[in-house]
């Protein structure tokens, strides 16, 4: 935490400064208060007002100066405090953003939002006020004891008697406080997932038709009955250690005069009034501080738990970072050549014995050819263009990009040269403009037009009152899944890159947007090299080269005509998918024969039945 601090050491200093002055000047009215007792006010022939009118006054001008410092240093304190906590934030999401894809599979989504959130909002009390409070009080500490000792030793040394019992009791409140806290964290991540999960779009989704309404209302309302207890308990807990504090406030006078008195009767002190009043007035002094500062030590205990979430996260080194030295491919340099060289690689590295997702992969895809991925579910297609990007790192071999391993080039080379279409086109809760300017930011709106007439999307979009300023909702339920394909395939286009993955989405849309996204992806892969995790049999067919995969392995290569004649796995695919030949009937309803087959609606077999 320390370096966060640095960017703000000189308001620290401030800080610093002023909190020595507040409590120098706070133990200073205690001590008038024995000189107005036994010089001004108890003395023989009646009180001295003139001396009295003059140290109340003092008495009254000190008391607003240290109220006065009090309220700059709070001021101060939290100033510096609130920064720190927004530059943590701040650290800890560009740190998440710069983890690799595996740690996003592997975690849950509502438990990230919930440390970056609930968990930096927890430190907040510490960060804010933990330095000024720890000086402050350790300051009005010593110089208490010190004015109490000169008052009389005899009495300094009843009062600090009772100390050690303070510190045994915070110890143990401390840690019942850190376990608590620690759970209900927890329970919270928990609830914030689980909110997450079934209150999405998606997740209501699946909610509504399975009726899955009673589990998940079950599921909340365990975790949320267990919160309300937690909570209840870390109350408890707290105040009771603040009433046990109050004891220990109230009782400690009373042993102070009955420390007066006995040292009155042996005749071994002279014991004025005035000090008394002015000692059991500074005891409070001595007293306050310390359960202060307990109560910070409690602080800091049950902000570790915070603390350890935050950094557990933080501390995770990003396991895909740029070379120290990384070789810059010029975007117009660039040929576009892919090539993975014996390739193997595996998601779970823990597991023994090792299990390759991917065994021995070679290919290569010369600049401007379009390659097809084949193969059944599970072969290994997608992983294969996660690792184009570099998305993940091989464990043996190497991917190449225009001959240079993507492992010595910097991220932006990789993103400037490689573009992705994903299966779920997904738009940001945001304007069409701003989801085309994630290709390219600084895009004018001519541009933005010019790539959505590509993608066969500008007249629709013209057709919204908003025009390119419409706002698509979380992940772009306005527009339908023809229509969120041609806006993410503009996104692409304005991102213009050499090399580009397109994971075809396999979910059927009718035959009009089906057509108007071919058209948009035809256009789109001119002048590109394409690797085609293919569905489309149009893709299939006009493939310089296709890869048969299967079992992580690349187990035949060739085209198309050449493969149908093999008679391997992509004959047999292609008959299992799309049928062989003819269309043999076109029923009243639309449902097609092939082969003897019914068809499946979305698969276009009309130009395959060659
Ligand atoms: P395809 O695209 O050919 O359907 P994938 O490349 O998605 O296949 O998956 C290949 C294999 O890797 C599958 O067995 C899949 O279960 C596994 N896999 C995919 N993603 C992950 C992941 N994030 N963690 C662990 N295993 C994964």
Redesign the pocket.
């Known amino acids: 935490m320390v370096p966060l601090f640095h960017p703000y050491r000189r308001q620290v200093w401030a800080t610093i400064g002023i909190v020595l002055v507040a409590a120098a000047v706070g133990v200073v009215n205690p001590l008038l208060i024995r000189t107005v007792f036994d010089t001004a006010l108890f003395v023989t022939g009646g009180p001295d007002m003139t001396r009295l009118l003059w140290l109340s006054a003092l008495m009254v001008i000190m008391a607003v100066a240290s109220s006065g410092l009090g309220l700059v240093q709070t001021w101060l304190t939290n100033k510096v405090g609130q920064q720190v906590l927004s530059d943590l934030r701040t650290k800890l999401f560009s740190h998440l953003q710069r983890l690799p894809l ?1 740690f996003f ?2 975690t849950r989504t509502g438990e990230i939002q919930s440390r970056l959130t609930n968990d930096v909002g927890g430190v907040q009390g510490v960060l804010t006020s933990t330095l000024g409070s720890v000086l402050y009080n350790v300051v009005t500490f010593l110089s208490a004891l010190a004015a109490m000792l000169v008052l009389s030793w005899q009495l300094t040394l009843v009062a600090v008697a009772t100390v050690p019992v303070f510190f045994l009791l915070t110890r143990w409140v401390g840690e019942r406080r850190r376990v608590v806290a620690r759970h209900t964290q927890e329970r919270l991540a928990d609830l914030t997932a689980i909110t997450e999960e079934s209150l999405s779009v998606s997740g209501i989704l699946l909610s509504k038709v399975f009726h899955r309404h009673s589990d998940e209302l079950a599921r909340f309302d365990g975790d949320n009955r267990q919160i309300a207890d937690l909570q209840v308990r870390q109350q408890v807990i707290s105040n009771g250690f603040f009433y046990g504090i109050q004891v220990f406030l109230g009782a400690s006078p009373a042993l102070v005069y009955l420390g007066a008195g006995l040292l009155l009767n042996s005749g071994s002190a002279a014991v004025t009034a005035g000090t008394v009043v002015a000692f059991t007035t500074l005891q409070t002094r001595l007293y306050f501080p310390i359960s202060q500062l307990l109560q910070v030590m409690v602080e800091l205990r049950s902000s570790l738990a915070y603390f350890d979430r935050i950094f557990e996260y933080l501390d995770i080194e990003p396991s895909i970072i740029d070379p120290p030295q990384p070789v810059v491919i010029d975007r117009s340099a660039a040929r576009g050549e892919v090539e993975l060289r014996d390739v193997r690689f595996r ?2 590295r823990a597991a023994e014995p090792p299990h390759w ?1 991917l065994d021995g992969v070679s290919l290569v895809v010369r600049p401007g050819q379009l390659a097809a991925l084949v ?10 263009g996660y690792l184009v990007p570099r998305l993940y790192d091989v464990d043996e071999g190497a991917v190449l990009l225009d001959g240079v391993d993507v492992r010595q080039l910097g991220h932006l080379s990789i993103t400037n040269l490689v573009g992705f279409v994903t299966q779920e086109s997904y738009l940001f809760h945001a304007t069409i403009a701003d989801n085309l300017r994630a290709g390219k930011a600084d895009a004018t709106l001519a541009e933005l037009r010019q790539a959505c007439e590509m993608a066969a999307i500008d007249r629709r979009i013209m057709e919204f009152p908003d025009g390119y300023d419409t706002v698509v909702g979380e992940r772009g339920f306005r527009l339908s899944g023809g229509e969120k394909q041609r806006v993410a395939i503009a996104r692409v286009i304005l991102h213009d890159p050499k090399i580009l993955i397109l994971d075809e989405a396999t979910s059927a849309l009718d035959t009009t947007s089906e057509r108007l996204v071919q058209e948009a992806l035809g256009r789109l892969m001119e002048g590109r090299t394409t690797i085609a ?1 293919a569905h489309r049999l149009s893709t299939i067919q006009a493939a310089d080269v296709i890869f048969g ?1 299967d079992g ?1 392995k690349v187990i035949e290569r060739g085209t198309h005509t050449e493969l149908l004649s093999t008679g391997g796995l992509y004959a047999s695919l292609y008959r299992e998918q799309f049928g062989g030949g003819r269309i043999e009937a076109v029923c009243s309803d639309g449902v097609r024969m092939c082969d003897g087959r019914v068809l499946p609606r979305h698969e276009a077999p009309v130009e395959l039945a060659s």
């Open positions: 595996s599979t592997g998601y779970d997702n193969g059944p579910s599970g072969a290994g297609k997608t992983t294969i995790i995969i992580g």
